[in-house]
């Protein structure tokens, strides 16, 4: 092989920086609204430079370079806002404005944490200083001055959902100037909230009231959950600058952790103090509107209006207080001065919960009978409860000793309804409510403090901070609020702490825990009878409201809560429930006849309890459950149990719990249970009950997948596999009775689980496996979740069964429908939901085709891969998909390309070469002022980039080179100043570099030839090169195949270094030793080992590029050995 003429690299040396991005154009009040009112337009070639415009102006400010930043754009955004707050009218005019105000506000609320929280300058010359100084001197104007304005707007704001986003702009405010820049904010709006102050602008002094009060608790949520960031330059922290590569990444000095920490934890607890200062005033006004609100009077007159105001603004101030009790930090009861007044408002919230425990609440005689009539007392006698008892468990989580005396009126008070209420009486109860209630029993249940088995690691969860703060072991023993060697402040030996643990202790004894457990079961858990006539009127919308309350995240369902409560009572004490569950279950089936419809529903309300407690049924060490006697004697009955549509719903519930319960407990199945049960469900995936055969789909896809594991052959995979024909069969039959999306989904997931499962075995049935797919396509439409299914399921087909699937009439027919439906990025949105399925569709596609029978579909296919990447979509995929085009098609695929691709991979590899920072490196940055930055490339692009690179050059080495040596070369320049690369992307990039020495030996003097330290990088580009490619992990060491192919790449490493050697003086005198010693060991092992035989290694199925490597060493191994 012909090494050739050197390649000029000269111009693309990895001393030339990339540019910086310009900054933006001025913003002033015109600008701005021009670009707000282009954002409404139609047009896209209008709308989107408008709203790049917009994006631009916003992230100017957290560039780091102050002087760049858009000042006036927030200010802008405010005279705007302003401007829309004083028109009036009912014209077209006055909407459009209404419109441009709201849009203002919400770009104001999301640029203030940029603008707030910029980062410091990090200029390095006296020129750049000075204008950094210039820059920040106009942002702390504009800081200020949206500061001073956004109170005035927020009160004087007719339209609600703005005033609602300029209250979540002062949140935000609030992050970053509370304390400092403004110490008042709280005590500010609490008087507004009160009353004693009235805020200019307003017109309705309620109004301005109920707003302050939201905007308070707004602004203790944003303080609370502020996260104090350690700055650059800081204690432990080396700052990096901007000159260039040779700075070291940001790092901590872990000796001075404990002094960072301490310093945080100090910084957070001023914070803190400052937020109390409102407490007393919280306090108050809780007691006060409350008071007003249960006696249905507002201010001593009977006023709807008035009175409405109050029991509001009692809601917010319990928030208020909700979001402020976790910043009462008192490390000590027993002196801190804040206790007594602490211990009086946990008691009123107790207070305030025990007199509107029933409902409908009693209401007293003061209230007027107009409020009693049309249900609004009762509603808002709710909403204040609810609001307590989550304040409650707030306290319950921050200060368990302070609220342990008010434990013995509140759980019972929570409890009671659960045990004696039927379940009518529950079910008209809000749903909220339930859940609030039960979420207070899951919160006592689990604090330690309340625990008598617990009580003693109670105050011990604050150790290793305490340890880290230096304060100590002594100081670890005290916890959060006093350890038991802390003066006296053991909580155990507090009386109301002992008391509350003896409350919880009874919730558990025996008898009573037995009783909420059967409460949970019948009332919670157990079909309700509007459940039973959504099941027969609308089974799709009945299987799709079970699916969604099985999830841990859906929580707006008593059915969830009440299962949730039931887990923390088994994580408590599992053997107790488990074996009460059982002894229920038990019961339930002896005392009624197997007919009896409430026995049925009892039945499954219980298999319900026990699918969903598995996890502690059989695992956790000890199986409490045998269910393989379970299967055989009841669920294999009812699993082959024929039921019609006119069954009882009851039986039909019973079926459908089955099968879940099955696919809870799958792994549970012995391998003959396990055939048994597959074919069992596969045989319902068709009932006529739509409710159990969706369920069975969904057990199927669950079964088929259980026991899928490399190339292992095993019993229940056999098994799976037998029975999948009829799977599939009636899995399609499914699928045309589905209506719903949802339903459609979940049919099509069995389907592609069964394709995965089974690959070749279902050759013989591909063919009517392809006739289903065109009316599913027909039906698809423009339904995101049923093209995702298709796309898999088609993936699926042609990874298992290869170029006869794609061939396919049938296939076909949907296939490049799909794939262009998924790859048309000029459609909104598109891009963002199913181009990335669509790219790993066409990659299968390309890989499983054939040129003869496929290349005009695949030429066709073209123009949309041009679009993608000049878009630098989903590189990792695109780029692999342009290279197996060029592998099929021919290199004149990616000649047009050229230019694209160039500036691409460039782009793409910019994290190693340029100053711009990936992933890697911004993560310990604030993310506070940082928004999802595009420009950023993240690593897996950039080892994508570098093999596609590769892969290019080793197939058109000419049109390769000229392609990506621009980027391997800066590449290559920046490895010497940078202090690590991740491993992945170091081997992508030496991968890479091999290749590109292979084909141009003398780049590297072309890389370095302005360098005044020439000869010391390229040493150690080499010395890395050699590190790196004889770096061996241990799963390589475990696979003799794997260690053939690294054995290849070793030896086309050798290979290209000594190419470098032999047409580089500069190369051979700085690196040749070392490249000399390298080649030797590689020798050694190559006559040392039998099974390293090039010729004989050519022929196995290795890796492609491992082939292309060993068929380069045969080609070129005499010539290389005699010129050595």
């Not at 032999?1062 to 039998?1090: F, I, M, N």
Request: charged share 20%; net charge neutral; proline share 6%.
């Amino acid at each position: 092989m012909s090494l050739g003429a050197p390649a000029n690299l000269i111009a693309s040396s990895g001393h030339n920086k990339t540019p910086r991005q310009p900054p933006p154009p001025p913003a002033d009040v015109p600008s701005v609204l021009a670009a707000i009112r282009s954002c409404s337009s139609h047009d896209a070639s209008v709308r989107r430079p408008a709203e790049e415009q917009l994006q631009q102006w916003e992230n100017s400010y957290s560039s780091g370079m102050p002087q760049h930043a858009a000042a006036g754009y927030l200010t802008s955004l405010v005279a705007i806002i302003d401007s829309s707050n004083t028109t009036t009218g009912n014209s077209a005019d006055a909407a459009t404005t209404e419109n441009i105000g709201l849009m203002s506000a919400i770009l104001l609320k999301n640029g203030i944490p940029k603008a707030f929280g910029a980062p410091p300058p990090e200029s390095s010359n006296e020129g750049a200083q000075a204008a950094d100084a210039e820059g920040l001197n106009r942002l702390r104007q504009e800081r200020g001055h949206v500061r001073a304005r956004l109170p005035a707007l927020l009160f004087s704001d007719g339209n609600a959902t703005r005033a609602l986003h300029l209250q979540l702009a002062l949140a935000n405010v609030a992050l970053f100037v509370f304390p400092d820049a403004w110490p008042t904010l709280l005590e500010d709006l609490a008087g507004v909230a009160s009353g004693t102050q009235r805020p200019s602008g307003s017109t309705d002094e309620l109004t301005a009231r109920i707003r302050a009060v939201k905007t308070l608790r707004l602004c203790l949520q944003s303080i609370r959950q502020r996260k104090l960031v350690v700055p650059k330059g800081g204690v432990g922290v080396r700052s990096r600058g901007n000159g260039g590569g040779n700075n070291p990444m940001t790092m901590l000095n872990m000796r001075n952790l404990g002094d960072i920490i301490g310093k945080a934890v100090h910084e957070r607890r001023a914070v803190h103090d400052r937020a109390c200062s409102i407490f007393g005033s919280l306090a108050e006004g809780i007691v006060g509107h409350a008071q007003a609100a249960v006696s249905g009077v507002g201010d001593g007159m009977v006023s709807d209006s008035v009175w409405s105001a109050r029991c509001t603004l009692t809601v917010g101030y319990v928030k208020c207080m909700t979001e402020l009790l976790p910043m009462v930090e008192i490390e000590n009861a027993s002196t801190d001065p804040r206790t007594p007044a602490v211990r009086q408002l946990l008691l009123n919230l107790a207070q305030i919960c025990d007199s509107m425990k029933a409902y409908p609440v009693v209401p007293p005689p003061s209230v007027p009978p107009a409020l009693l009539s049309n249900g609004m007392y009762a509603t808002k006698m709710d909403k204040i409860y609810r609001a307590a008892l989550v304040c409650c468990i707030s306290s319950i989580r921050c200060l368990p000793r302070l609220f342990a005396p008010q434990i013995q009126h509140i759980l019972p008070a929570v409890v009671e309804p659960i045990l004696t209420l039927d379940t009518e009486a529950l079910q008209s109860m809000p749903a909220k409510r339930v859940i609030v209630m039960t979420g207070m029993v899951q919160t006592v249940l689990t604090c330690a403090t309340y625990d008598e088995k617990r009580k003693d690691s109670s105050g011990a969860k604050n150790a290793v901070l305490a340890v880290l703060m230096g304060k100590g072991a002594s100081a670890a023993r005290g916890g959060a609020e006093g350890g038991a060697n802390n003066n006296g402040n053991d909580p155990n030996d507090d009386s109301g702490v002992v008391e509350a643990q003896k409350n919880v202790t009874a919730l558990l004894a025996e008898g009573t825990i037995e009783r909420i457990i059967e409460a949970l079961v019948g009332k919670f858990l157990r079909l309700h009878a509007e459940e039973i006539e959504e099941w027969e009127n609308d089974p799709e919308g009945r299987y799709e409201t079970d699916l969604a309350e099985r999830s841990l995240l859906e929580a707006d369902s008593p059915r969830h809560c009440g299962g949730a409560l039931l887990l923390t009572l088994m994580n408590q004490e599992t053997d107790r429930v488990s074996h009460t569950l059982l002894e229920l279950t038990q019961r339930v089936y002896q005392q009624l006849p197997p007919e009896d419809v409430n026995g049925m529903l009892n039945r499954e309300a219980c298999y319900r309890a026990l699918e969903l407690c598995h996890a502690a049924m059989v695992g956790r060490g000890q199986r409490r459950l045998n269910f393989s006697d379970w299967f055989q004697t009841e669920l294999r009955q009812i699993l082959q149990a024929d039921l019609g549509e006119s069954s009882p719903v009851a039986m039909r519930a019973m079926q459908a719990r089955a099968v879940q319960v099955v696919q809870a407990y799958s792994t549970s199945l012995k391998p003959d249970e396990f055939g048994l049960a597959f074919h069992g469900i596969a045989r319902l995936v068709a009932a006529p009950d739509l409710v159990t055969a969706f369920c069975a789909a969904r057990c199927i896809s669950h079964l088929a997948l259980l026991h899928v594991r490399g190339t292992e052959e095993s019993a229940q995979l056999a098994a799976t596999r037998e029975h999948s024909v009829f799977a599939l069969s009636n899995a399609f039959g499914l699928a045309k009775r589905s209506e719903s999306e949802e339903c459609l989904r979940v049919t099509l997931l069995c389907v592609s689980a069964l394709v995965e499962a089974n690959g070749l075995y279902l050759e013989p049935v591909l063919q009517a496996i392809a006739e289903q797919l065109p009316p599913l396509w027909e039906r698809a439409k423009d339904s995101v979740p049923i093209h995702s299914c298709l796309l898999s399921v088609l993936t699926h087909l042609i990874m298992k069964m290869g170029c006869s699937t794609v061939e396919n009439s049938h296939v076909q027919t949907v296939l490049f429908p799909l794939l262009a439906y998924c790859t048309d990025i000029s459609v909104v949105n598109r891009a963002e939901t199913l181009l990335e399925d669509g790219l790993r569709l066409w990659l299968v596609t390309l890989v499983s085709s054939r040129l003869a029978t496929m290349g005009p579909s695949l030429t066709n296919m073209l123009p949309r891969l041009e679009a993608i990447l000049r878009a630098s979509l989903e590189p990792h995929l695109s780029l692999k998909v342009l290279q197996f085009n060029a592998i099929l098609l021919g290199p004149q695929i990616a000649d047009p390309l050229a230019p694209v691709l160039r500036e691409m991979i460039l782009n793409l590899t910019s994290c190693i070469h340029s100053e711009q920072k990936g992933d890697d490196e911004a993560m310990g940055d604030d993310d506070r002022s940082k928004g999802t930055d595009r420009g950023v490339t993240t690593t897996r692009d950039a080892i994508a980039a570098l093999s596609f690179a590769e892969a290019m050059m080793q197939l058109h080495p000419d049109l390769g080179l000229s392609i990506c040596a621009p980027a391997v070369s800066k590449v290559i320049a920046a490895l010497p100043g940078r202090k690590a690369v991740v491993a992945p992307l170091l081997e992508a990039t030496f991968h890479c570099f091999g290749r590109m020495i292979w084909i141009s030996p003398n780049c590297l003097d072309e890389i370095f030839a302005t360098d005044p330290s020439q000869d010391d990088k390229i040493a150690f580009v080499l010395s890395q090169y050699i590190t790196d490619v004889t770096r061996v992990s241990a799963i390589v060491m475990l696979s003799p195949q794997a260690q053939k192919v690294v054995f290849i790449n070793q030896k086309g490493a050798a290979l290209s270094l000594c190419s470098a050697v032999c047409r580089s003086p500069r190369v051979a005198r700085v690196a040749g030793q070392k490249v000399l010693s390298y080649t030797r060991r590689l020798l050694e092992v190559e006559s040392k080992s039998k099974e390293l035989d090039l010729d004989a290694l050519v022929e196995e199925p290795v890796a492609q590029p491992g082939k292309l490597w060993a068929m380069d060493l045969l080609a070129t191994r005499q010539h290389e050995r005699q010129k050595y």
